[in-house]
């Protein structure tokens, strides 16, 4: 059996480890944390994700689709919430489609306890890496008792997150190119128990979201009628920040000014905002991802998003099929496969790097935006005429699974089109009307002929 050791027991490791123990290699997984499935893991560092087409094919791949599809909420859209009294809904599409909330705790679970269950796939808990030495391929670890101890390797795969041990050490090789790029915005989690939810008849079937500019609510939907939410704030700043906000009074007099329909949401709020540490969002970007056949990259590893457009989960999972499927077409050669991944990933991960910090900013100020919000309408309009051909951005990214790139390069023919109807009197005065809806037609087909 081929050997491949795998360096993260996350999302992202332990699907891989599925996939290709189902391939045949013998894989070895080593985790720095204890098994979350034997400890107590702490509130306020899993914050719920949203699962999409990428994702679900990816699990699906590895026969998880009927498994993770009980432990998930279909999402059909954004519950806006304007103000106490103003709320509006944005459907993510016209044929039902959805994002699925999902529990990241659940999620890993349910992968730890698969993989352990899988031909050729063993986990080790308790062992932060802390370095490799590729002349005797081995790995350095500690372990829980502080002491350092070495394991063989025959092809190491890193999936061990933003912070990568493997990846920090291959910084050091020339030719190696990084860089990082923090936001100033911060989250941190907050809960909506399922009664406060009930009692506040919140629509279980949305993504609930309090923009404020500067400052903003996300909200997912549990499976027991409660809501997990993500507060995002600058980390630092004159106002309202995080660092400023070190006191019980100032932490409800703020909150009373930005989020006042919260109030009553959220009967934990000074313990959870004082308690749940802020998590950072940060964009990596690095290249090569792979040392000859020896070391490869994977996941957050290698590229590092923002978590706005809700794709890291998912273009981590898309990551482990679309290796697995270039392992399994060069079958003696794994130099040939991690060339291929790179040159077929790269350029993918940069665009919805850059699509995930552009989608923070217009969740946060575009969505109550007239023009913002005339150009959505006129993207669902052109789905209705063309349901076959036309997609909008965002549905591309969460609904197909074109690559990141391709769904980018698309969007700037459509984009010309919407710029020319946005300057339409007609379609300003009526968007709804059939010579609208005529004129929409025209101007899609003369730019897409």
Request: aromatic share 10%; with cysteine; charged share 25%.
């Amino acid at each position: 059996m081929k050997n491949i050791t795998i360096i993260g027991a996350g999302l992202t490791g332990t699907l891989l480890g599925i996939l290709l123990g189902r391939q045949g290699y013998s894989v070895q997984i080593y985790e720095r944390n204890k098994d979350p499935r034997r400890t107590f893991v702490k509130h306020g560092k899993s914050i719920n994700l949203t699962l999409c087409k990428r994702g679900v094919s990816a699990l699906e791949k590895a026969g998880l689709g009927d498994e993770v599809q009980k432990l998930w909420v279909p999402v059909y859209g954004r519950c806006l919430h304007l103000s106490e009294s103003q709320i509006e809904i944005q459907p993510y599409g016209n044929y039902g489609e959805a994002l699925y909330s999902i529990s990241r705790q659940e999620l890993n679970t349910l992968l730890l306890s698969v993989a352990q269950k899988t031909s050729g796939v063993s986990i080790e808990f308790g062992l932060k890496c802390v370095g490799y030495d590729l002349s005797r391929s081995c790995i350095s670890f500690i372990d829980e008792n502080q002491k350092q101890n070495e394991r063989p390797f025959t092809t190491l795969i890193a999936a061990d997150g933003v912070y990568s041990a493997i990846r920090s050490q291959m910084q050091r090789n020339f030719g190696f190119n990084y860089s990082q790029y923090y936001s100033k915005h911060v989250n941190k989690e907050l809960t909506i128990p399922a009664k406060q939810a009930k009692e506040y008849k919140l629509e279980k079937n949305h993504l609930h979201i309090w923009p404020r500019n500067e400052f903003m609510i996300i909200a997912f939907p549990n499976r027991d009628g409660s809501l997990t939410c993500t507060l995002q704030l600058p980390f630092d700043g004159n106002n309202v920040s995080f660092r400023k906000l070190n006191s019980e009074p100032e932490v409800l007099y703020h909150f009373r000014k930005l989020f006042s329909d919260t109030i009553p949401l959220l009967p934990n709020l000074v313990d959870e905002f004082f308690h749940n540490p802020e998590i950072p969002m940060m964009t990596v970007r690095c290249s090569p991802w792979h040392i000859e056949d020896k070391i490869l990259l994977i996941g957050d590893a290698a590229h590092g998003i923002w978590p706005s457009y809700g794709q890291g989960a998912n273009a981590g999972f898309e990551d482990c099929e679309i290796l697995c499927k270039c392992m399994e077409e060069n079958p003696d050669n794994l130099l040939t496969s991690f060339t291929e991944f790179q040159e077929k990933r790269l350029k993918n991960l940069n665009a919805i790097a850059d699509l995930s910090e552009n989608h923070f900013n217009e969740i946060r100020h575009l969505v109550t935006d007239s023009n913002f919000l005339l150009r959505k309408k006129i993207e669902r309009k052109m789905n209705l005429l063309f349901p076959s051909e036309y997609f909008s951005l965002y549905s591309r990214v969460a609904f197909t699974t074109i690559p990141y790139k391709q769904a980018v390069e698309l969007e700037q023919i459509y984009s010309r089109v919407v710029d020319e109807l946005l300057n339409s009197q007609e379609i300003i005065l009526d968007p709804d009307s059939h010579e609208s809806e005529k004129l929409i037609y025209k101007t899609y087909r003369r730019y897409l002929r």
